[in-house]
């Protein structure tokens, strides 16, 4: 954050930043691998649970065009993903980060406006909030629908946090968090004056940095000490 510039918005991820996930990303990819006839064990799955890893933030549907180069079969595997995603959540598969809610609180007590955003549908974005009982924790949530399709590591989540919140007068005010590369991508990408990467998700330090990270914090409940 530049000198003499406050911050007004912060956007921040969810499954690794603000929610811990537990892996279930990949339990849901494993998943919907296998409606498409895709074992595990074999060079294919490997390959493509390797992609998924890295690229782990971006919208699922654009993840599942690139893997299966086909959009009835991305719709397809995109489908079973998120149904077997909402179901280990619906199991309490999920569990806030320690320490994002105070933070998130914190945040908004300042009069900081807060945003989630993911790389999930909508619904299954709802899903979440509704096991954690998020419902009015923040200012908004956003998911890749939200912004025009465009998922990370595109700007469009964040600048349509900016857009839509009218909380600041400059991107310059907005703080981006999350923990993979993608998102520190978006942030750069959207002009944020501080693009944080958090390392309770899944990428590690070097990955963010070398993505954009101006910061790297432990954990996102370190934020408010960074930025009020």
Known sequence: ?????RTKLVVLDMAGTTVADGGLVELAFEAAARELGVE???ERHDAMLADVRATMGES???VFRRLFGDEELAQRAN???EAAYDRLVGEGHCAPIPGAVEAIRQ???AGLTVVLTTG???PTQQRILDALGWQDLVDLVLCPADA????RPYPDLALAAFLRTQAADDVAEMVVVGDTGYDMQCGVRAGAGLVAGVLTGA???DRLLADGATKVLASVADLPALVL
């Open 107 to 109: 945040l908004r007590d």
């Open 120 to 122: 999930f549908s909508g």
């Open 79 to 81: 489908v079973a993903f």
């Open 148 to 151: 025009g399709g465009r998922g």
């Open 40 to 42: 595990p064990g074999g």
């Open 203 to 205: 990428h590690d330090a």
């Open 1 to 5: 954050m530049a000198a003499g510039v």
């Open 60 to 62: 699922k549907i654009s």
